[in-house]
């Protein structure tokens, strides 16, 4: 048995699923939540400590991802939304740890680490587009 913790991000119409349901039962799963919040626009977001067989966890997040949510294995309460970034730059200069960086500049598109991340919620209030957003 191994426990791992998690962060699902799931669109407005997966929000009513029964999503840890399926995972304790289909998936023999033990779930502990840390975290969960539906956001204005109702995205959610679920932060979970999910104890299982390797293979099992495998499998119940593999299903998770057959309904549109994405896994985050970041621990990280910041999120950018790549589909929504329009890679104008703006979160750049504003970001103290280049988490979010310029990786290629003969593209110009932007990318996030997020294992430099340390949180500070700077890109949230300076990005335009509303890319990045906390789940706290
Ligand atoms: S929260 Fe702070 S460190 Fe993390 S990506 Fe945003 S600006 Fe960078
Ligand atoms: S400010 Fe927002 S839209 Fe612009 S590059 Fe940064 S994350 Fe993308």
Redesign the pocket.
Known sequence: MITKKLMLYFPKSETEKPIVYHLVKDYNLVINIFRAKVTPEEYGYLVLDVTGTDEDIRRGMEFVKTLNVQVDESHKGVR?DEAT????????SHCPTAA?HIPDRATMK?AYDSDLCVECLS?IS????R??SSIF
């Open positions: 950018w970034c329009t890679d104008c730059g703006n979160c750049i979010l932007i890109c300076n990005c335009p587009f890319a990045c």
